[in-house]
C-alpha cells in the first residue's frame, strides 16, 4: 500500500523566513512524487515534480529515498505562497495512475 | 482552452435526493478523475475512467456511480444522497492511462451539501 504523510496541518512563517513543508511516504517499489498547490479560491494545479528536478515560483523539493521523503521548500516565504499545499505519490496501478495524496499541509505567511 | 470544467459551483441536497455532478475536459485526454476532499484526509479517489468506455472503483465508491459519456465528459451521481457524502467534490483529468509521472489536471471543485 502507499500513504504520503503531511504532519503539519497549519505552518506560520513570517515573509522572508525560510519555508519547509514536510513530506514523507511509504512505497515499496519506485516513487513518483509531486507537490499541488491551491490558492485561495482557486483550483488544485501542480507545483512540480521530483522527475522534473526544477524551480517553480522558487520552491524545490529534493526525493531522499533513505528518509522516504519529499520535502518543499523555499528559502525566502512570499505573502503569495499562502496557500494549502498537498503532496502526492503516484504509481500505475490495474492500468491506471493511481495518485494517493497526503492530507495537505496549509502555508500562511505573516507579513 | 478551458481545461477541467465541472457544474455546480455548489449544490444543497436533501438526504435521499439524487443528481449528477458534470464534468469535461477539452485537452483530449484520455483518463479521467473523481475525488472527494474532506477535511483532515485529503483527496481520496471515488472512481476513475482510464479510457473512453471504461470505469472501474476507487478508494471510496460506496453510493456513487459514474457515466464516461464520451471522451471529453465524465459524471458522477448520487442515487441516493446521504449526510456522510456532504463534501468538495474535485474531477480531474491525465493525458495517459497508467503512466505515474503524469500531471493531473484539476476542475474547480464542487461545494456539496446534504441536509
Known amino acids: 500500500a502507499q500513504r504520503v504523510t503531511q504532519p503539519e496541518k497549519l505552518l506560520s512563517v513570517f515573509k522572508g523566513a525560510p519555508v519547509e513543508l514536510k513530506c514523507n511516504y511509504s512505497y515499496s517499489g519506485s516513487p513518483e512524487l509531486f507537490w499541488y498547490v491551491q490558492y485561495s479560491r482557486q483550483r488544485l494545479q501542480l507545483l512540480l515534480r521530483h522527475i522534473s528536478r526544477e524551480s517553480i515560483k522558487g520552491f524545490t523539493a529534493d526525493l531522499n529515498k533513505g528518509e522516504t521523503s519529499f520535502h518543499l521548500k523555499k528559502p525566502f516565504a512570499q505573502e503569495e505562497d499562502s496557500a494549502m499545499y498537498y503532496c502526492a505519490l503516484s504509481s500505475s496501478s490495474g492500468g491506471y495512475q493511481k495518485v494517493t495524496f497526503g492530507t495537505g499541509t496549509k502555508l500562511q505567511v505573516i507579513p | ?115
Not at chain 2, 482510464?50 to 460506496?62: L, M
Not at chain 2, 497508467?98 to 441536509?115: A, K
Request: aromatic fraction near 12%; include cysteine.
Open chain 2, 1 to 115: 482552452n478551458a481545461g477541467v470544467t465541472q457544474t455546480p459551483k455548489f449544490q444543497v441536497l436533501k438526504t435521499g435526493q439524487s443528481m449528477t455532478l458534470q464534468c469535461a475536459q477539452d485537452m483530449n485526454h484520455n483518463s479521467m478523475y473523481w475525488y472527494r476532499q474532506d477535511p483532515g484526509m485529503g483527496l481520496r479517489l471515488i472512481y476513475y475512467s482510464a479510457s473512453e468506455g471504461t470505469t472501474d472503483k476507487g478508494e471510496v465508491p460506496n453510493g456513487y456511480n459514474v457515466s464516461r459519456l464520451n471522451k471529453r465528459e465524465f459524471s458522477l451521481r448520487l442515487e441516493s444522497a446521504a449526510p456522510s457524502q456532504t463534501s468538495v467534490y474535485f474531477c480531474a483529468s491525465s493525458e495517459f492511462s497508467d503512466s505515474r509521472g503524469d500531471t493531473q489536471y484539476f476542475g474547480p471543485g464542487t461545494r456539496l451539501t446534504v441536509l
